[in-house]
């Protein structure tokens, strides 16, 4: 067994397994208050931090094995949506990113209320092209991985606002982008560099690992798909990525 495999191995095995028992304890301490007893706020409320800390650690576990997954081309093939997996992104980066925000999504019904509520946060998704209506051939939760990790840079580093705009008619493109300090043209490429963080001028350092466009950029190159950066001091940054559909097995 090479070192790779072993690495895998001990995520899958060692890491998987404790996560989930952390993750099924905490829930249930919160939910089954009839059977644990009751709890004060205090230990809702640090209860409900471990809950949220062990799903990220748990995506994160999952971002890194779709990565290695995705190197040895194993991909789950299905047909989907590209606005809907838009959407489904969203909602979970801000579940991790705003708990008020999260509050009021989970209060509102019908697609208008939510476009709304996005809108009203600064967020908008345009789709145009083929994939306005014909759904897209490939992995849905390697694509969805990816628009995650560009949404949730994006959202930290916005000032006001970012947009997702999806189109094509091959290859589906994917843009995402925000009105932030922007990137410096000579550290661009270094975005992609593992635990790399940017500053942002004088505000404090961004809260996060560095792997998220690292991962990105290794998903889209296995999947044969490009990743460009284009932005500057000041004006902000846009993420464009191309991913051909997968040809039917």
């Given at each position: 067994m090479g070192h790779k495999d072993y690495l895998y191995d001990l995520l899958v095995h060692d890491l998987t397994?404790?996560?989930?028992?952390?993750?099924?304890?905490?829930?249930?301490?919160?939910?089954?208050?009839?059977r644990y007893g009751p709890l004060t706020e205090g230990q809702i409320h640090c209860l409900q931090r471990i809950a949220r800390n062990t799903k990220k650690a748990q995506l994160l576990l999952n971002e890194i094995l779709d990565v290695g997954r995705s190197e040895e081309q194993l991909f789950q093939?299905?047909?989907?949506?590209l606005e809907d997996l838009a959407k489904d992104a969203l909602v979970s980066v801000?579940?991790?990113?705003?708990?008020?925000?999260?509050e009021?999504?989970?209060?509102?019904?019908g697609a208008e209320a939510v476009?709304?509520?996005l809108l009203e946060q600064g967020i908008s998704i345009e789709v145009t092209g083929k994939y306005e209506k014909s759904p897209f051939f490939h992995d849905r939760?390697?694509?969805?991985?990816?628009?995650?990790?560009?949404?949730s840079n994006a959202l930290k580093y916005r000032r006001k606002s970012m947009?997702?705009?999806?189109?094509?008619?091959?290859?589906?493109?994917?843009?995402?982008?925000d009105d932030g300090c922007g990137i410096p043209k000579g550290e661009q490429e270094a975005v992609y560099k593992r635990f790399m963080q940017l500053k942002q001028g004088d505000l404090p350092p961004v809260k996060g690992l560095g792997l998220g466009l690292f991962c990105v950029k290794a998903l889209v190159e296995t999947m044969?798909?490009?990743?460009?950066?284009?932005?500057?001091?000041?004006?902000?940054?846009s993420f464009t990525v191309r991913i051909p559909p997968l040809r039917s097995r």
């Open positions: 397994g404790p996560l989930s028992v952390v993750a099924a304890t905490t829930n249930g301490l919160l939910s089954r208050t009839d093939e299905e047909h989907f949506l801000i579940q991790f990113l705003d708990a008020a925000a999260t009021r999504l989970e209060k509102l019904e476009r709304d509520f939760r390697k694509v969805q991985l990816i628009l995650e990790n560009l949404i947009k997702i705009c999806i189109s094509g008619e091959g290859d589906a493109l994917i843009l995402v982008s044969d798909g490009e990743i460009a950066v284009t932005s500057g001091e000041g004006c902000g940054t």
